[in-house]
């Protein structure tokens, strides 16, 4: 099974939804019921699968980058440049996924399941990592 | 704003008696009694520290609200009860006595006329929460001796309830209640209802928790709920502050004695306040998350409003659930803003888990008692702890310090995991 | 107030010998052969083939499961269809077993990594390894899971409330749903409770505590799950309803003596049992039929015997009594639930079924069940001297 076949795996039994609902492009909360008891689940499972360790908040910390706090946001809401930052660690998600105004806290209610997957392809081990999106391509087994 | 259920209802509201308070008793962080422990939230004192009762060096929060100097009050325990007794029914029962006494429900004192049929008790109990030499013993190795067993395993949550009933002398029914930090706000409102719809004349209710022990440290932190500002502990639970991240525990009991309001008048018992309204709604939105409107919340303070037969402005204090974590209260503080008004200015709010920690299930009950004794002294309690207030959270605070303030009335939220909600409100009342 | 207002709509159940009204009644009147305490455990029931959405049991004890798979079975067995009720008009009543070991089995690893070879358990160490479990394990712990998930599988959003109050919690349950009915704030109400009493752990404290003492003699502690549903008659009716029995009124009461003492003399199981007939305006001659409390305890169940001689002394000829545990062993926090579900079943039948008469010579009672005293006094006796009384009247078909 290749990552993506594995991660989608993992989100559809953390959340009991069938296999074919859990699509890349699925978002994790509002399409696929997840609420944040789910992500710790997620995020644990895909721990335990892939052997690694998952960060937690890299997604923000790396969109913050170089940009000083209020810089990135006033008031817990994303500024402009902090939401361009965003976008370009989130490739995967449509530009409406990045309403002006979003909340800090309201990052993980974007997030799709091509986002878990690209969280696991960045943090397998150097060698391990597939070029290409896992999304639509089935990709070689590795060991 | 969402119709009250009672308004949907077709019939004539039964008839109320009215619910008075006639004794309170509490060991606290702050103190070892009702009066001590006011004094204590008065003068803003937030008595956290490390967590002193097992190596919490490597725990990823390492901080609590500690009962401090505590000994078992065996005045009215019989023999061999001690044996059924958890660390947190432990206070309970220097709680309850605190109470009785003050009740004067105790031995000589206790007038004839009591009818013990009409005595019941209503606790909300907390979860078992042993050291890990206990499981050590149940676990390891996993098959022990029946013998063994029953050393281990004496203690059930409804035992304390049972003492508190022989203590008093009731023989009107016991019932123990638990729906996690909504259990004593739960335990008063049914006991509450007893005398309000006529089966009881007395009932002694309250609640008691510790969840301090190795177990539930680790659980809490997995779920991220707890303050990881572990070396200031003092300033860690900050209730509607911007920079909260989360609960502090906290332990306790507290015990309180409600009575007809005729029944205490003609024995010439002390009325420290009245029980003017009662609201429990589920929420039945997610198993942790709240509602992101308030839903849940919003219809338990509604509901004890129309109970009471108030109307928002006429609560000039709200003692909020306020744990200090993001999510509970900036929904907590929508939801009282839906009801009484965005940044209401008659109705000030504050959280007195800043100086007493999160007390789970004995929450209710304490937090109810504060909004007693605030009518009481007609005194705010301050809400400290706050070096940035969140103005997401739509309520006005009360002042950093403690103010007089001119009330009559007040209500105590409390908003459990797994989504029980309850609403209390107490009002003032002269004797 | 005699009130045939508030009916039963439905019942759900899971024990160790059955799953639902039907086959607990073909239990009741078949009896069925249990050769070890095994027999009465639940532990190899999978509930996730019970409970539609299984995303609830995802933070669930074996116990919370099996009283979702009960809360399931009463959805079909009520014909629950959300358009009658309003949420916040539904409420659910639940009793619940305390938390056991095995609840925490989240910090199993822990705790191994934790211990040296001397069997010492380092708080440090264990401190650093529980970082690594399940984040969900504290709440597989909670007390109130079944109210908590119920209420989301039922949209139940009204009044609410968990007994933690051992052999009482059940009826509890249902006198504080039914009040709430009364006075005009629920429509729809589920109660009930559920409890894993055969766990290891659990059964040594039932013991330690007086409760299973009875155990040696026949009587089991048992696994299981049981609910039910009141509603209004007129409702029920209306929406074209089963009713199962009509709820009539209830009592409760303690002798005050402390945990593990009780009175010998029978005086607050007594004063409980003439509350809930007066309550009703019912006349001992009127019941037909009592469910027995049958704590086990042997002293404490022969109390209960001779207070109900007291109760029944003017009655011209003794009503029926039958004992439910005898088959379905001493269900804790879930018991009493199936006695109210199923008492029309009895009125029918017209006779107590030989396998659940009970095991001592209560030949003050009679095995005949006549509809002429169509009332059935259900009752719950715990070894801390507390005591229930639901009394509920049979539907005849």
Known sequence: MSTAERVRAVIADVLFVDLDKAVPSAVVMADLGAESIDFLDIMFRLEKEFNIKLPRGETEQKARGDLTEEEFSVGGRLTTEGLANLRKMMPELDASAFKPGLHLREIPSIFTVETFIRMVEQNLPTGAQLAAPASTEASPALT | MKDSPYQKSKGKRPPKRRVVVTGIGAITPLGHSMDITWDGIVNGRTPASPIQYFDASEFPNRIAYQVTDFSLSRKLLKDGEDAYLCECAEFAVNAAEEALEQSGLLGSSRPETTNPNRIQVCFGMGLPSPNIDWYEKVFFPKKLSLEESLNNARILPDQISSIIARMVGARGGISTVHTACASSGQALGEAYESIAYGDADLVVTGGADSMISPFYAAGFALLGALSKRNDDPKTASRPFDRNRDGFVFGEGACVLVFEEYDHACKRGALILGEVCGYGITESAYRITDLHPEGTGPIEAMQMALDDANLKPTDIGYINAHGTSTQLNDRIESLAISKVFGPFSKDTLVSSTKSMTGHTIAAAGALEFAFCLLALRHQTLPPSVNISSFDTDCLITLTAPEAQPRNFRFALSNSVGFGGSNTALIAGRIGR | ?397
């Open chain 3, 1 to 397: 107030m005699s009130s045939s207002d508030i009916v039963i709509t439905g019942i759900g159940a899971v024990t160790a010998g059955a799953v639902g009204r039907v086959a607990h009644w073909d239990l009741l009147q078949n009896g069925r052969v249990t050769t070890s305490e095994n027999d009465y455990s639940l532990k190899l029931f999978r509930p996730d083939s019970h409970v539609k959405d299984r995303r609830y049991l995802r933070s669930c004890s074996q116990a919370d499961g099996i009283g979702l798979a009960a809360l399931s079975g009463l959805m079909t067995d009520s014909n629950f269809d959300p358009k009658y009720y309003s949420p916040e008009r539904v409420g659910i009543y639940t009793g619940e077993s305390p938390p056991n070991p095995q609840d925490h089995s989240g910090h199993f690893e822990a705790l191994e990594a934790a211990r040296d070879e001397h069997g010492h358990i380092s708080e440090k160490v264990f401190g650093q390894a529980s970082r690594s479990a399940r984040p969900v394990t504290l709440l597989l712990g909670l007390s109130n899971n079944v109210l908590c998930y119920g209420s989301l599988m039922w949209d139940a959003r009204g009044p609410n409330s968990n007994y933690t109050s051992s052999v009482l919690s059940a009826h509890l349950a249902v006198i504080n749903a039914a009040k709430r009915m009364q006075r005009g704030a629920l429509d729809l109400a589920i109660a009930g409770g559920c409890s894993d009493s055969t766990e290891e752990f659990r059964k040594a404290t039932l013991i330690a505590t007086n409760i299973a003492a009875g155990y040696a003699k026949g009587t089991a502690v048992a696994d299981g799950a049981a609910f039910i549903t009141l509603e209004r008659r007129k409702a029920a009716l209306a929406r074209g309803s089963r009713i199962l029995a009509s709820y009539i009124s209830s009592a409760y009461s303690c002798d005050g003596l402390g945990p593990a003492r009780f009175d010998r003399d029978g005086n607050a199981l007594y004063d409980c049992i003439v509350r809930a007939l007066s309550a009703a305006a019912v006349n001992p001659a009127e019941i037909g039929l009592i469910f027995s409390g049958s704590s086990g305890l042997p002293d404490l169940d022969l109390m209960e015997t001779q207070v109900l001689g007291r109760v029944f002394a003017g009655a011209a000829t003794p009503p029926a009594l039958a004992d439910t545990s005898r088959v379905l062993g001493g269900l804790m926090e879930a018991g009493g639930m199936l006695d109210l579900g199923l008492v029309s079943e009895f009125f029918t039948c017209g006779v107590v079924p030989p396998a659940v008469r009970p095991h001592v010579n209560r030949g003050q009672f009679s095995n005949l069940i006549t509809p002429e005293r169509p009332f059935a006094l259900a009752l719950r006796c715990s070894t801390s001297g507390e005591y229930s009384c639901v009394i509920v009247k049979g539907e005849l078909n």
